[in-house]
């Protein structure tokens, strides 16, 4: 469970998974305590984020390599 409370601070669960932690934390202390324990330690993290823009073309040069992969054929 460790790794979902790290994935629970960093905002990576989906929508379902986010909810059974919320529900699991409102009646389990330990978790909280483990969750407070993670929360001071990403803490520092914060000031490194940032947003960064993808690259032009990005998508489109993804979504050819995935359409060649599946195809069995080297991306151009």
């Known amino acids: 469970m460790r790794d979902k409370l ?3 601070l960093l ?9 059974r932690v919320d529900q ?3 009646i389990d202390f330990e978790m ?3 969750l ?6 990403l803490a520092p993290l914060e000031a490194l ?3 960064v823009d993808a690259p032009d073309g990005l998508a489109s040069r993804t979504c050819q ?4 992969a599946r195809q069995g054929q ?3």
């Open 24 to 26: 699991a934390l409102r």
């Open 49 to 51: 984020r940032k947003d």
């Open 74 to 76: 080297q991306p151009a």
């Open 65 to 68: 390599r995935l359409r060649a």
């Open 11 to 19: 905002g990576s669960l989906e929508i379902e998974e986010t909810v």
């Open 6 to 8: 790290v994935e629970y």
């Open 32 to 34: 909280r305590s483990q």
């Open 36 to 41: 407070e324990v993670l929360s001071l330690a």
